[in-house]
């Protein structure tokens, strides 16, 4: 492959300050460093079973919660994404897992569509905190990466009691599919939709 498909993106506001770099094709690596830890560890989860190189940046206004600097980092990653992925020539376009995490378990199916959707239902997740992470801030996230990204999720925790379990579940079956869908197709010479672009 000669195209390298990468992003570097910053952003700034009077709650956070974000920077964030994004290779799609260098495997797992980079750091993360959010000043929330869980945070923190569902990206590392995202960029090891993604096979993204993943270095976040970020700090924000966390005497006031967690909201923005999650939502922010969900907004610069999926804007990331979206420049790394360019035209979508060449992609598999859909990918789709189901990853159990003990006794909780989910289910993703993507679409690079260039179309944002997210259907999540992750009702069942306890309310409450993780490592300085909202549990409601799961959808804020994840609505962040798919309005930015233009992409077409759907995300069900299925089963599960332990809140870090569901959530870390959620993250690790977004970063399986994402993986399947972002992937290489050495069959596919163009853009995979009939329509011939994926880029709206």
């Not at 993204?52 to 700090?59: E, F, G, K, P």
């Not at 490592?131 to 077409?152: D, K, Q, S, Y």
Request: proline share 2%; aromatic share 4%.
């Amino acid at each position: 492959m000669t195209t390298i498909r990468a992003s570097h993106k910053q952003r700034r506001t009077g709650e956070t300050d974000i920077e964030l770099t994004l290779a799609l094709d260098d495997g797992a690596g980079g750091s993360r460093q959010t000043g929330v830890g869980f945070l923190d560890h569902m990206l590392d989860l995202l960029s090891r079973h993604g096979r993204l190189d993943l270095t976040v940046q970020a700090a924000g206004d966390l005497q006031t919660g967690s909201h923005h600097t999650v939502e922010d980092v969900g907004i610069v990653l999926g804007q990331a994404l979206d420049e790394a992925l360019g035209d979508r020539a060449g992609i598999f376009r859909y990918g789709h897992a189901v990853v159990p995490m003990d006794e909780a378990r989910a289910l993703c199916a993507i679409d690079v569509s260039g179309r944002p959707f997210l259907a999540l239902d992750a009702a069942s997740v306890p309310a409450g905190e993780t490592g300085g992470f909202e549990h409601e801030l799961l959808e804020e996230f994840f609505r962040a990466v798919v309005n930015n990204a233009r992409i077409t999720l759907h995300l069900e925790v299925q089963a599960g009691t332990n809140a870090h379990h569901m959530i870390e579940a959620a993250f690790k079956a977004f970063a399986r599919a994402l993986r399947a869908a972002i992937a290489i197709d050495p069959t596919e010479s163009g853009v995979p939709s009939t329509k011939g672009t994926l880029r709206a």
